[in-house]
Structures are given as C-alpha cells and as structure tokens.
C-alpha cells in the first residue's frame, strides 16, 4: 500500500512539474469595454453598452445576428410565413431554460413582444414592434404573431437586442440581475468596474467554449493603451485610440481586427434651430467639411466616407458623397445666398468618444473657414443624453448611430435632429409595407437620397471596427453588424 | 538693493525663465509662427523641423506656436486667479487682524479653515463639472483658493505690526482701525504678499493645467498647455514631442516662479540677507 501511495505522488509530483511546462488552454478571458452600462436591461434603453455585454452572451431574441450580419434562428428554430405576408408561426427551439431554471416557452415570446410594444413600454426601439397587431400563443412551443401589414423587416428587427425574449418571473429585478437563456449566465457586477459572466452548464444549443468571462470597463484611452499592453485584458472591443493600433499589429502578442460597423459618424444638425432651418445652410455645412481630413485626423485612417446615414457594406448602398463634396467657396457663396455672408456663431456639443472629440475640433477648424464660429462643449454621456439627445438643446453635435440599418429615424420629427419631412415619411411607410425585395431596394436607395439632397446632417464616416485581442484568442466579431461582444464562439488557441 | 537683486543667482535665473515665459505669451499677442487655428491634417505628428521648430501636433497645428498662445491662458488664468485671492484675501486678513479675537476675526478664520478643509483640485473639478468647463470657471475655481492664502498670511503679519509703537502712536492720534491697516499694516505686508504672489501665481499655473488636463478648463480650440499634454498621452511612444515640449513649458514657467519666490523672499528679508553674507 505504501508503494502505491508512493507511485500516486510521483505521479501527481510530475503532473505538476509537466503542468507548469504545457501551458492548459485558458478558459477565462476578460474584455475591456470603453463604456460601462447604465443598467442590464436591453429591452428598456437605448444604451448600446447594453447589448454590447449581453446580446447573444445572456440574452437571445427569436432570431439573431451572424458574425456577418445575417439573420440567423435563434430561440425559434424555424418559421412559416402566411401567403399574404403578415402572419408569422414560429416553432420554438425545444428544452430552452432560463437561467433560474424556468422555461422559456410561448407564453415567455408572448409576455415579451407583448411588453416590447404595449402602450407604456419604455423600449428604446418600439418602431420595431410598431406593426404587431397581436401574437397568440397556439402550443408551448408554437407562436404566432400577426402584423398590421407585410414588413419585410420584421425577422431583422427580431434579431435585434431590443427584442430579446425575457421572462415575467424575473423582469422585476432584471436591471441588476439579468436572466435569460443565453450560453453565458450573469454572475456579477462591480459598478465602475467589470461584470462577471459565467458558462451556462443547461444551455439549448453549441455550449460555449469560455468558462468564464469578464468585460472590463475602462473609458480613458491611455488606461486602455496600458491594460492591453500588460495584457491586463486580453481583447478589447472597440478600441479607442486608433493611433495605438499600428503598434499593436507590430507586436507578434496581439491581434488587430479592423471591420466594418454599422455606425454612421454624422454632424448632427437641429434642423429646427435656426439657421439650420435653411436647407441652404445645412448644405453649406456639408460642402465646408473636408472628410478625409477627419478620417485621417481623427480616426487616423480608419473609416469609410459616407455621404448619407447608410452602410458602405450593405448591398443597397448608394454613394452620395459627391454631393457634398469639400468645396470651401461653394459654402461660402450658399451662406451668402442665405443672408449670412459673414457666417454665423453656433454650439458644437461632443460626446466623449474620440472621433466625437478629436472631429470636432476639426470640423470647428474647418467651419472657421468658412466664417461658422462654433463654441464647443465637451460633454459626458449623461449630459450629452440629457442635453442634446433628449433636450434637443443644441445647433451641432457629433455622434455614431450604431444600430443596423437605422435610416428610419428621419422619419420620426421627434428624433433629436428634428427632420420633418412627408415625402421621406412616406418612402419609409412604403418601405414598411413592402415584401419584395427589388421595390425595397428601390426604396432605400431613394431615401438615402431623399436625406441626402436635404443635407439632414453632415455625413462624416462609417466608423471602422477596431479591435485588439491577444493573438491567442480566436472567435472573436471582426466586424460590428449591431452592438454585440458575442463569446460564445471565443477560446483560446494552445 | 539691486545690486542685491543682481547677485541673488535664485532670483535671476528665475526672473530670466518668467520672463520667457511672459514675454512668448505677450509676442503672441502681435506675431506666432503659424495660425494656432490652422490644422495640416498631412503633417501630423511631425518631428522638430526648420518649418516646425518644436514639430506639430496630431492635428499638423505648430507646437511652438500652441505654447505661445497657450502660455496667454495659463498666464491669464493665474493671474487673474491671484488677483481674486489677494483682492479678497487681504482685506478679510487685515479686517481679522484689526478685530482680533472679536467675533469677526473668528467667522473669517473659521471660514478660512473651511476653505482649507477641502482638497483645492477637488473643489475646483465641482465647480466647473457644475458651471460647465471654461476658462473662466477655472479661474474662479482657482481664485477662491487663494482667498485663504492670503488672508491667513495677513492676518498672521498684521498681528505682530498692531503691537508696534508707530501703530500705538497712530492710534493715540485717533486714527481709526482702517485708516491704520491701509496707511500702516499693509505696505508692511506688502513684501510678504508680493513672495506669496508669486508662490500662488506658478501654483495657479499648474492648477489650470491639471483642470485642463481632465478637459474642464479652457476649450478647444484655445490652447492649453495642459490639455496639449492630455492630447499627446495616447500618442507618446509615436510622437514623444508632442508631449516635451508643453510638459517643459510648465515645469519650467513653475520652476521659474518659485525660483523667483525664493530669490525675492531673501532679497525682502535683511535678516536671511545678513546671514548670507
């Protein structure tokens, strides 16, 4: 016996020296984040950092994005469509458990969507469920909603983080203890500092592949630099300082991820301040605005031009820089024609982000030249949200709109800019009801157009993804089709 | 005594850096090398050349000329800050001096301590996060600071002159206790107020860059050497200037001013003048 026991501590003696020499796979992985979230429920604020936690980890819908920005199943595995388009029957994915062990079934779809789109819901996105004229329960697993009208879109704005199935027996408390039946489970959160979220051993579907994972809020970019350098945080997605990234490509340690979001860069403009009223103001704004010096000063590269509020990378996409194109003169003569030929003084008003901050210094430089004198106030995300988004106290801001597919805010005259306008109104009314998909081609494109023509904002950029992660680590979203840090995918290469 | 100006190394040298500092910001005024306002988005980040003696920013604007200008705000910024101080300051001293022990006295000293109770900075960063950021909150913010200074200083001078024999004698001669604190106490304090002066203005130097460092002094685009030093942090290991050079303008404006505080405090004071000698 005792020569047994003998071997067993030799054995476990080497197992220990062999331990230190084969590194295991890691199984944790902490994320660094530039903004940390009000609270954790997706369905009642318009807060990405959100999502930018919980979708896909925590939270799903009935479908969801890809990597790619497809619409994929989610929580429904399949779905029939009715001839005439309105009404759809999903079959639900069977075996789906919250994370506090109750089922999700119909009446879960049900509570959910019901809430999303009641009277008074505080979702932050009730246009998508605007055309929801009832969802009925027909088995455990079987959901039928029924809209007013076809709505081509209507999976795609399931799939967004607004729509994530919740249920009613923990909606109470859902802003601090999320629970819904992701592969990841929430665990913990220090506020101002990380939140916890740990593997879900019950989950439906692919398990995930992390044990544990913790996002790490850290919003000033030279903290972000250090963290990623001491490898404190092994990815960091949506990184805040562009100049750093050449840095990091040289370093055989890290990883670069450059894609594509979803978030147009605009110079929002309060179309119902004057003078910004005059669509011959705006238009000089716009042709008084040298985007590539913005890109390259403040984004040192990395962004695409755009020249309405629509994606580069989406197959409709139409390229309408070339009408508002940098041209100083032509600012110049339109203020005159407007009864401003010695320019005008306005309010610049910036959010924290970079190419907020950094562009609108360069916006301020270039507008100086056209004789627009621009006060500038750097704001938190509180006030800016307090002052600008919701108070509509302001004559420019600079602000990325990263939700998908996202032009039908000009048809809502509350929105912060205030673009009321009943051609547009109607181009996306019409869009709503269309199902084919070459008329709603033809239908984005002409709204792209539409605000565009109407110089609504300055175009700036599509904002370019960047991520940096240890080169180790793979799965990781190169690009941002919606606010998303989807782990479910992610583990660590040997 | 200017001889003895002359020979005090502390104060020459220190005299010499203030008035780099203050003459650059005066140039500015008339003549910078290159428009501060003008950004050359290509020329970014660019080493000290013969076109950019001190390089460009990331924005391709002159560092040069940003620090002349940005010498103005800071210089702007102090002064004004210990105009504020020694404006209230002195007087509420002087008051507490001549009312010594009354219940005057008490409300400004305790008032005082109040004042120094909290962390300056701190109370600062308040003010403008409530007032909004601007070059005049920054002031203000530094202003109410140096109220205290001053008038714990005077207070604490003008006690020992109210015992003095000409004061007495003033006093026998009925003038009243202004009259004596304005035609007696303070041009003897006067010596004592010029050395804090000078302490309290390069302390107002670095407040204004702190404040404008966490983005809540002057805005863009008025420079600002501490917001210039905000800018290059993430950029440090790429374009080391970008941060020398503002971070050389404050240590050595700073360091010319204390300099200069010292050399006059021993040029003031004949006793430390003699053991000197």
């Known amino acids: ?494 | 005594m200017i001889r003895a100006a002359l020979t005090n190394r502390a104060l020459v040298i220190g005299l010499a850096l203030s008035l780099i500092f203050v003459g650059a910001a005066l140039i500015s005024f008339i003549w910078v090398p290159q428009d501060v306002g003008a950004m050359d988005i290509p020329n970014k980040m660019k080493p000290p050349s013969a076109a950019h003696p001190l390089g460009t920013d990331h924005f391709g604007r002159d560092i040069l000329s940003m620090i002349m200008v940005g010498a103005r705000t800071s210089i702007a910024v102090a002064v004004v800050a210990v105009v504020i101080g020694m404006g209230l300051g002195v007087p509420l001293g002087l008051a507490a001096a001549a009312r010594r022990g009354s219940l005057l006295d008490e409300v400004i000293m305790r008032g005082n301590d109040l004042v120094f109770a909290f962390p300056s900075l701190l109370i600062a960063i308040m003010i403008t996060a409530v007032f909004g950021p601007s070059a005049l909150n920054a002031i203000i913010a530094i202003g109410i600071f140096n109220i205290p200074v001053f008038a714990r200083l005077t207070r604490g001078a003008a006690l020992s002159l109210w015992t003095r024999d000409y004061v007495l004698a003033a006093r026998v001669a009925g003038k009243g206790a202004v009259r004596i604190s304005a035609e007696h106490i303070l041009p003897n304090v006067t010596n004592l107020l010029i050395v804090q002066g000078t302490i309290q203005f390069s302390l107002g130097i670095l407040a204004e860059a702190a404040l404008s460092y966490v983005g809540l002094g002057a805005q863009p685009p008025i420079p600002s050497w501490g917001r210039m030093l905000a800018d290059s942090q993430t950029m440090i290991s790429l374009a080391p200037h970008m941060a020398i050079f503002p971070g050389m303008a404050i240590l050595l404006t700073v360091l010319g001013l204390n300099l200069m505080g010292d050399g006059l405090r021993d040029l003031f004071d004949p006793r430390i003048r003699r053991d000197r000698r």
């Open chain 1, 1 to 494: 016996m005792t020569y047994v026991n003998f071997t067993r501590g030799m054995v476990s003696a080497l197992a220990l020296v062999a331990g230190v020499g084969i590194a295991q796979a890691k199984t944790d992985i902490v994320v660094g984040m530039q903004l940390e979230p009000p609270h954790l429920d997706p369905t009642s604020a318009a807060a990405g950092a959100i999502d930018s936690v919980l979708y896909a980890n925590v939270f799903e819908g009935l479908t969801r994005f890809g990597p790619d920005g497809s619409v994929n199943p989610g929580l429904a595995e399949s779905w029939e469509i009715s001839e005439d388009g309105t009404v759809y029957t999903f079959k639900l994915h069977e075996g789906v458990t919250f994370h506090d062990g109750t089922t999700m079934d119909a009446e879960d779809v049900k509570f959910s969507l019901d809430r999303a789109r009641a009277e008074d819901s505080v979702n932050a996105q009730k246009a998508l469920f605007a055309g929801i004229t009832d969802v009925t329960v027909v088995d455990p697993l079987t959901v039928q909603v029924t809209l007013a009208a076809p709505n081509g879109a209507f999976l795609f704005n399931m799939a967004w983080g607004d729509a994530v199935i919740v249920a009613p027996e923990s909606i109470e408390n859902i802003k601090t203890n999320p629970v819904g039946t992701g592969a990841f489970k929430f665990d913990n959160w220090v506020q101002g500092d990380r939140i916890d979220i740990v593997k879900n051993p019950d989950y439906w579907g692919e398990p995930a592949k992390l044990d544990r994972a913790t996002f790490k809020f850290i919003s000033d970019p030279t903290a972000a630099f250090a963290a990623v350098m001491a490898e404190d945080v092994h990815a960091f997605a949506g990184f805040p300082a562009p100049e750093n990234l050449p840095q990091f490509d040289a370093d055989p340690r890290f990883q670069v991820l450059v894609g594509s979001t979803e978030g147009e860069t605009i110079l929002s403009t309060n179309n119902k301040q004057a003078p910004f009223d005059d669509v011959r103001v705006r238009k000089a704004l716009a042709h008084a605005i040298d985007r590539q010096a913005i890109i390259d000063g403040a984004m040192f590269g990395y962004g695409t031009p755009i020249g309405s509020h629509f994606a580069p990378h989406h197959p409709d996409y139409v390229d309408l820089t070339g009408n508002s194109a940098y041209d100083p003169e032509l600012a110049k003569s339109l203020l005159a024609e407007a009864g401003f030929p010695d320019g005008f003084s306005t309010t610049l008003k910036l959010p924290p982000p970079s190419y907020a901050r950094r562009g609108g210094e360069i916006i301020a430089a270039q507008l100086r030249e056209v004789g627009i004198e621009t006060e500038i106030t750097n704001l938190e995300w509180a006030q800016w949200l307090e002052q600008v988004f919701t108070g509509k106290d302001f004559g420019l801001t600079i602000v990325s709109h990263t939700e998908p597919m996202d032009i039908g805010i000009y048809a809502n005259p509350e929105y912060y800019f205030q673009y009321d306008n009943a051609d547009f109104q109607k181009t996306m009314a019409d869009l709503t009801a269309a199902t084919d998909p070459a008329a709603r081609s033809a239908l984005l494109k002409q709204a792209q157009e539409k605000i565009s023509a109407d110089y609504v904002n300055g175009y700036l950029f599509q904002l370019a993804a960047l991520s940096v992660a240890n080169a180790k680590v793979v799965g990781l979203w190169e690009n941002a089709p919606t606010q998303a840090t989807d782990l479910t995918a992610v583990y660590w290469q040997d």
